[in-house]
């Protein structure tokens, strides 16, 4: 193992013991490392980026600022053990990352998710119970990939019908609450697995391997359920192609909970920091983002706007 390889791995630990899920930014920059390590760099440079850049392969200015933060972020850790690193300035990629338009799911499409997901192939059947149950949850709980594939199993206390969310988004913690029917879904998943596999110590999904899914994993298989039904067009070579997301079963929970607030007359802005806090938003603008991005969402709003008006104007 190089040295810039080993400084990865002691920062990565750093980064995952303060809270931190990482799976989406480690491959990013192993990747990088990878790239340094063919060249026998030893320090990471601004050079050394924009070279990686040429040959990594096309993506727009969006892209490249958020890969840019991430190997700043490395950098700037990396100059405190090594001090001819470089930490790439900020606005050496033009533009900044946008936040990707939601895909809100119908409920005929989530149900065909699931179960579709039910039917993945495996030896002995858990396969489909740990995805169609994983995105069922995520469906109707709006907790974020890794969120669900962090629960481990003291956190799912199906009694009280409350999950206890321990690896949230820069380590927050908070309690989701279950409806019945959820909660029953997750006890039957459990027992299926127990069934299958035993006891479990630690997480609360599993594959077959008896090792919890990783981020990587749980997305392969949901671009695999997606080109079974349509959403996304068959690849070859295992593929994932592109189309609606895992991520978008989240935003599609708080589109529909914001919509059914406008439907009942209820007040979204005494409603909002309760939504906020149920998906473990760190700003309350980031659940107002929805407004702005869902056209059917704005248009309620809109609405209710006018409504307001004219009521004043009386």
Known sequence: MTLLAARLDQYLTVRRSLGYSLSFSERVLRRFVAFADGLGADHLTVELFLRWKKHYGAAN????STRLGMLRGFAAWLQGLDPHTEVPPLGLIPGKPRRSRPYIYSDEQIARIVD???????SYG???WTFATLFGLIAVSGLRVSEALGLDEGDVDLDQAVLTVTHGKNGRARFVPLAACTAGRLAAYRAERIRILGPSPAAFFLAEDGRRPTDCCARYNFAQVCQRIGLRQQQRCNRHGRGPRIHD????FAVRTIMDWYRRGLDPDREMLTLSTYLGHGKPEHT???LEAVPELLQLAAERAEHSLAREAL
């Open 288 to 290: 107002y983002w929805y």
């Open 61 to 64: 200015n969006g892209t490249w």
């Open 249 to 252: 079963l989240r935003h599609t």
């Open 126 to 128: 858990l396969r489909g």
């Open 116 to 122: 579709a997901a039910a039917g993945l192939p495996s």
